[in-house]
């Protein structure tokens, strides 16, 4: 069976030190290898290994005008080679040498499958924000090769797919620039033109990939929330309603404050502590979420994973509301590539948070009487 492949990794930085072990990787015999680096930096400067390494033939140094974000990016290269399939690689992952290796094999002994999710290790939290981050979830899609037998989608830090399946699909440019949400669209949408078709793990074909600014806090980063407020906008089948969030709380609470305000029906020292109130049951939650997680109360854990979950979740409200999209407040999709799910989907996170909202309405109902 003879097949080629496409290494797509599109990069800021293109550092070395992550790079050059992944132009290093054990080539199997038969298979035709071209690698293309998209630099998304019009001003980047190669080091001069890298350099050396560029021929145009089976390295390809592509280099964007302008900075396009990476769908732009990712679709430049797809667009620039012709292999069978395309393998998507992050630039800041370190690499096993076997990797080409073990998706070699899995495309020869898995002939029917569209693609295949690698697996991508993270080092153990080195710092309590990224612990923060690993019980948020963030991290969940990277292993996911580890938990199930197939998925929806994968993240590009490590991922191969036929050429054929993909067709003349890419990576939507609608979404922002800076990222957030494109990944998730792209796969599922692959997966439509499929049958609906998993795509097979592979957890053999690892890599590991560094924890973003070491760990350090980053609230910012995981402001991504915005870019995936577009994926329900976009994929209204995978689309479904939920309970309010905390920011989806404290957004209706304004609106209804400036109502009883209007009318006369409520003072401001109530309006306070109910906003008190609220970031009150948000921290009682997160607490027993992280005792549930840990068996440990921790409260700086507990203050980092409030506030990151938290900066997810401003970041889908801020988004839709820029664009005047109220229907987005609630809404939430199923990544998993699920259609169907009847009513409110309830946990012991949300449970305990009714719960406690349900005190605040009963107070307000007597402090209103």
């Keep these: 069976m003879?097949?080629?492949?496409?290494?797509?990794?599109?990069?800021?930085?293109?550092?070395?030190?992550?790079?050059?072990?992944?132009?290093?990787?054990?080539?199997?015999?038969?298979?035709?290898?071209k690698y293309y680096l998209i630099s998304d930096n019009?001003?980047?400067?190669?080091?001069?290994?890298?350099?050396?390494?560029?021929?145009?033939?089976?390295?390809?140094?592509?280099?964007?005008?302008?900075?396009?974000?990476?769908?732009?990016?990712?679709?430049?290269?797809?667009?620039?080679?012709?292999?069978?399939?395309?393998?998507?690689?992050?630039?800041?992952?370190?690499?096993?040498?076997?990797?080409?290796?073990?998706?070699?094999?899995?495309?020869?002994?898995?002939?029917?499958?569209?693609?295949?999710?690698?697996?991508?290790?993270?080092?153990?939290?080195?710092?309590?924000?990224?612990?923060?981050?690993?019980?948020?979830?963030?991290?969940?899609?990277?292993?996911?090769?580890?938990?199930?037998?197939?998925?929806?989608?994968?993240?590009?830090?490590?991922?191969?797919?036929?050429?054929?399946?993909?067709?003349?699909?890419?990576?939507?440019?609608?979404?922002?620039?800076?990222?957030?949400?494109?990944?998730?669209d792209f796969f599922l949408r692959v997966r439509e033109k499929n049958g609906f078709k998993n795509y097979k793990s592979l957890p053999g074909a690892a890599v590991t990939h560094p924890w973003w600014h070491n760990g350090k806090r980053n609230y910012k980063q995981f402001y991504y929330g915005r870019g995936n407020s577009y994926l329900p906008q976009f994929n209204p089948q995978y689309k479904f309603y939920d309970f309010l969030n905390t920011s989806e709380t404290m957004f209706a609470w304004l609106i209804i404050s400036v109502v009883f305000l209007i009318l006369n029906h409520l003072k401001l020292q109530a309006i306070g502590l109910v906003v008190l109130l609220i970031i009150l049951i948000e921290f009682i939650a997160n607490m027993l979420r992280v005792y549930l997680k840990t068996r440990k109360i921790n409260f700086e854990l507990i203050y980092e994973l409030m506030t990151v979950r938290n900066a997810y979740e401003f970041g889908i409200l801020y988004e839709n509301l820029s664009r005047l999209r109220f229907t987005g407040i609630g809404e939430r999709f199923r990544d998993d590539g699920s259609f169907k799910r009847s009513g409110f989907a309830l946990n012991k996170y949300k449970i305990i948070k009714l719960s406690l909202y349900g005190l605040v309405i009963i107070y307000l109902i007597y402090s209103a009487s």
């Design 42 to 184: 019009p001003t980047i400067v190669l080091s001069e290994a890298l350099t050396n390494r560029i021929n145009n033939e089976d390295v390809i140094l592509i280099v964007n005008s302008s900075n396009l974000g990476a769908a732009a990016t990712r679709n430049r290269g797809i667009d620039a080679g012709d292999g069978t399939w395309i393998l998507f690689l992050d630039d800041d992952i370190e690499v096993q040498d076997d990797l080409l290796l073990n998706y070699t094999a899995a495309i020869q002994n898995y002939q029917e499958e569209i693609g295949f999710i690698g697996l991508v290790n993270m080092p153990s939290p080195p710092t309590t924000f990224a612990k923060a981050l690993e019980l948020m979830g963030a991290t969940g899609i990277f292993s996911v090769a580890k938990a199930k037998e197939s998925y929806a989608w994968g993240a590009t830090a490590n991922m191969i797919i036929r050429r054929s399946a993909i067709k003349d699909l890419r990576f939507s440019e609608n979404y922002p620039k800076f990222g957030g949400g494109e990944e998730v």
């Design 2 to 33: 003879a097949f080629s492949i496409d290494i797509i990794i599109p990069s800021f930085r293109l550092q070395e030190q992550y790079l050059l072990p992944i132009l290093d990787l054990k080539k199997p015999g038969e298979v035709q290898i």
